[in-house]
Nanobody, 126 residues
Framework: QVQLVESGGGSVQAGGSLRLSCPLPSNSYIWYCMGWFRQAPGKEREGVALRNRAGGTTYADSVKGRFAISKDNAKNTLYLQMNSLKPEDTAMYYC????????????????????WGQGTQVTVSS
């Protein structure tokens, strides 16, 4: 079931930046975890960044120091700021929410997230 609508994707050159946005539903206050995943053609969906209810974050090693996940509580919107983009960052990016807390918001397992968006494409050229 598509419940989220991501935006902000596009085509940029290596070294460029993009900011992805994900407006959250009204019941997102009960979520244990929210985050961003990505999937490139022919590859499995992989975790990028996670944020728990207290603001704690977890990043994939491949994006540490370059990406930042944040939430604007007033707008109830989740963001992913992506800097120093590389061609290997090219993928469809998905916003996701976890209401179960099974992974304690430290595990990049798509199966733990039951709420997803339709994805926004990010393409980085060399």
């Amino acid at each position: 079931q598509v419940q989220l609508v991501e935006s902000g994707g596009g085509s940029v050159q290596a070294g460029g930046s993009l900011r992805l946005s994900c407006p959250l539903p009204s019941n997102s206050y009960i979520w244990y975890c929210m985050g961003w995943f990505r999937q490139a053609p022919g590859k499995e969906r992989e975790g990028v960044a996670l944020r728990n209810r207290a603001g704690g974050t977890t990043y994939a090693d491949s994006v540490k120091g370059r990406f930042a996940i944040s939430k604007d509580n007033a707008k109830n919107t989740l963001y992913l700021q992506m800097n120093s983009l590389k061609p290997e960052d090219t993928a469809m990016y998905y916003c996701a929410g976890d209401t179960s807390g099974g992974g304690y918001c430290v595990t990049f397992d798509p199966a733990l997230f039951g709420i997803w968006g339709q994805g926004t494409q990010v393409t980085v050229s060399s």
